[in-house]
């Protein structure tokens, strides 16, 4: 038995409403109007004296636009390319309902939700390609899917969150590698990835528990781009006889997106890791520990019920080697878990920059070290 929320989009053979590919693609059913009444970007196929139903092939059309238009193509150029590649036999767009035609020097004017930052996935960039530390102001308004950025944030955050508004997997995919290539793992991580994920938490928690799946796919495809970072990306040799860092999130804390980024960032350094991931428990992480005599220990808790001064305390303690040469690792509390009283007297990062400079630091000079024993 279909549920209440599918019967919108079930009830015609023929395919969704406009209402059901505006929620889909999270943009306004205005825009899709404007889209086919300028463009010809609608439904092939209507029926008499029925609200028009989008096919499959309607839809797979509209999405190119949106992805065309996110990359910084004009929209006409791209609703032409648009409408070749999935409707090439189709008609035009009624040239009586078209705009008229403006004088040379006047610009011509956007549809509906296009070129505004917030008006979703149809909306242009006004420079797809920024100068590196460029930002573009935020516009409030626009379409009621586009995700809370607020100001001063980069253009890339904009594209991605629209792809992530309409789960549009191999436009996020592309659009993180591009930012990491562009940026670097760093800034790609501090001023695009961090600012959309906080977009979709605020858009999640002000939504009536809305908006949960555009936070699981965009945190999926972060995960995959960061995993794939040492092997897409260059990086330098390997450090000779380098300590490794342990991270590992403390017991009960699932987030681990953070680890991974750093894990992604010391790689980057040719600096050795070993990565536990999520609610580690405590057995595990100390058997960690001993085992590989790491110069740095990162213990990552996202919540003050997570952070654990004993458990740091504890691994702090940890010893390894042949007497007279015994060493212990650092410890770096990390996450907004730790505050100033939980993590005093270990070491604190501000940043994830600061972060793989202190742990960079940290591994090479577990390299000059004698020979770990066990």
């Given at each position: 038995m279909a549920v209440t929320g599918e019967r919108e989009d079930t009830a015609d053979a023929a395919g969704l409403t406009t209402g059901a590919v505006a929620r889909r693609l999270g943009v306004s059913p205005t825009t899709l109007r404007s889209?086919?009444?300028?463009?010809?970007l609608g439904p092939a196929v209507r029926a008499e004296g029925r609200h028009r139903r989008w096919?499959?092939?309607d839809i797979a059309?509209?999405?190119e636009?949106?992805?065309l238009t996110s990359a910084g193509a004009p929209p006409a150029e791209a609703a032409r390319v648009a409408r070749l590649r999935h409707h090439p036999t189709a008609p035009p767009a009624d040239p009586a309902?078209?705009?008229?035609p403006l004088s040379p020097q006047e610009p011509t004017p956007p549809a509906d939700g296009e070129g505004d930052a917030d008006a979703g996935p149809g909306a242009a960039p006004t420079d797809p390609r920024p100068e590196p530390g460029l930002r573009i102001p935020a516009r409030r308004g626009g379409a009621g899917g586009g995700l809370p950025l607020g100001g001063d944030v980069r253009q890339e955050c904009r594209g991605l969150a629209r792809a992530a508004v309409r789960l549009d997997a191999p436009e996020l995919e592309q659009r993180l590698l591009d930012a990491v290539d562009r940026h670097g793992l760093v800034v790609a991580w501090e001023e695009v990835m961090v600012p959309t994920l906080r977009a979709v938490g605020r858009k999640w928690e002000s939504s009536g528990d809305r908006y949960v799946e555009v936070e699981h796919l965009l945190s999926w495809h972060i995960s995959s781009t960061l995993r794939g970072v040492p092997f897409l990306f260059p990086r330098r040799d390997p450090v000779p006889g380098a300590a490794p860092?342990?991270?590992a999130c403390t017991p009960g804390e699932q987030h681990s997106l953070p680890l991974e980024v750093l894990?992604?960032?010391?790689a980057e350094r040719g600096l050795p890791t070993r990565t536990l991931g999520a609610a580690v428990p405590t057995e595990a992480l100390l058997a960690c520990v001993r085992r590989t005599g790491p110069a740095a220990v990162v213990l990552w808790a996202q919540t003050r019920s997570t952070a654990s001064l004993p458990l740091a305390r504890h691994v702090a303690g940890l010893?390894?080697?042949t007497a007279g040469a015994r060493r212990r690792p650092t410890v770096l509390p990390a996450g907004p878990g730790w505050d100033r009283r939980a993590s005093a007297g270990f070491p604190r990062c501000s940043g994830l920059r600061e972060a793989v400079d202190t742990l960079g630091r940290l591994c090479e000079d577990g390299a000059r070290l004698p020979a770990r024993g066990h």
């Open positions: 889209w086919d009444r300028r463009y010809g096919s499959p092939v059309m509209v999405e636009m949106c992805r309902s078209a705009p008229l860092v342990v991270l894990t992604a960032a010391l010893e390894w080697g």
